[in-house]
């Protein structure tokens, strides 16, 4: 595919505007200096800036025209005239063969699996297990006692290493399953909330690959799940705004379970849209 210089000047333009309106509260706060519980996540936790949200490419292999200026771009290479320039799939690899490799197995082996709901967002009550001092400056909604109790009379079931690595010591031997980073691949599944943040992680790793539109489709799946995370989560974010999901009652499990299953299926959709984005339509035939 090759776009003309118009258009993609068009497509550029439509995406800095549409990144610039997911982001502008969290600009708006971090030039008062303000934090938030549940939004700052986005910006800290993945350590990407607004202005890399911002940055729009086409996807690997679409050719630009009149696009002199980003031959030199990180993991562009010219096209098959002198003006073009063209995202790099090859070049990527070469460069970055492990993390290339990481990624691919991440986002296979997730689409490959069937997946599991059962986990209740129980890794956040996992987190202040009887802990002292909290991830969130902010007061649990069942208290302390009450909270431990949840975590107590439930099985953790958590996939997700990186949510994992967060839980208390107590918590840990309390997990199903014993995780590890170099196993992370082995239990990855499209039921983890994590997992369906996570892809805008690869989405960002993969750079100028993914083309800038669905860039920001995986943002806004990662700003929902957020949501849910932090209201099925033990703390008291009224204050936020936050309506808690009160996964220790029956009624909120099964509102976490319906809202998990949908995002389950956003995610399959857009996991797969950055594989044929990045390796070709042929990369969904191996999933």
Known sequence: MRLSRTTWLERERAHQERADALTAEHRARASRR??????????TYYSYKPAQLRRWHPGAGVELEDAGERRTWRWYSPGTTPDVAVP?????????????????????RTASRPGQFGCF??????????????????????????????????ELRCTHFDAFRFFTPDAVPRNRTPLTRD?????????????????????????????????LDVFELARDIRLLDMEAAPYDLGAWG???????TPEGKAEYVRRQRGFAERGAVLRARLLESWLGTDALMAV
Do not use: N
Not at 242 to 248: D, F, K, N, Q, Y
């Open 34 to 43: 303000e934090t938030h519980p549940v939004w700052d996540f986005l910006f």
């Open 88 to 108: 790099d799939a090859a070049a990527f690899a070469a460069e970055k063969p492990e993390l290339a490799g990481l990624v691919e197995r991440m986002l296979r």
């Open 121 to 154: 967002g129980l890794h956040e009550w996992a987190m202040v297990y009887r802990a002292d001092e909290h991830r969130h400056a902010v007061p649990l909604r069942l208290g302390q006692a009450g909270t431990d109790l949840v975590v107590e009379s439930h």
């Open 183 to 215: 196993d992370q691949p082995l239990f990855e599944q499209p039921g983890c909330l994590h997992a369906g943040m996570d892809l805008y992680k690869w989405a960002l790793k993969l750079g100028p690959l993914v083309p800038g539109e669905l860039l």
């Open 242 to 248: 936050v309506v808690p999901v009160p996964i220790e």
